[in-house]
């Protein structure tokens, strides 16, 4: 069956970029429609949407994160990566990768989440 696997730094700075990785397994990320999006919740608050990379590769973002944020994936390894450049601390949270079956598909599968605790 198909699962998601978020991995990341244990802890980034301030300043730093943040650099998130999904794998995927049973699944190929170039199957017609794939989408994975990438989702955070900083503490205390709601599910952000970040952004997300299609099966063909092209690429969307929130707008408030669209100067920070790019998403690339390794189809060779199945993985989607996620980066956040110049973090601040308002920037910590988990942080979760899903998948959805087109552009108006749910996120039907998510990974289990990755803390990221950003402190100097």
């Known amino acids: 069956h198909v699962q998601l696997q978020e991995s990341g730094p244990g802890l980034v700075k301030p300043s730093q970029t943040l650099s998130l990785t999904c794998t995927i397994s049973?699944?190929?990320?170039?199957?017609?429609?794939?989408?994975v999006s990438w989702i955070r919740q900083p503490p205390g608050k709601g599910l952000e949407w970040m952004g997300a990379?299609?099966?063909?590769?092209?690429?969307f973002y929130a707008s408030s994160l669209k100067r920070s944020t790019s998403s690339s994936r390794d189809t060779a390894k199945n993985q989607v990566t996620q980066e956040l450049n110049a973090v601040t601390p308002e920037v910590a949270g988990m942080y979760y990768c899903?998948?959805?079956?087109?552009?108006?598909?749910?996120?039907?599968?998510w990974g289990q989440g990755i803390m990221v605790p950003v402190s100097s």
């Open positions: 899903g998948r959805a079956l087109g552009y108006n598909g749910a996120l039907e599968v």
């Open positions: 049973g699944d190929a990320l170039t199957t017609n429609y794939y989408i």
């Open positions: 990379i299609t099966w063909t590769g092209g690429t």
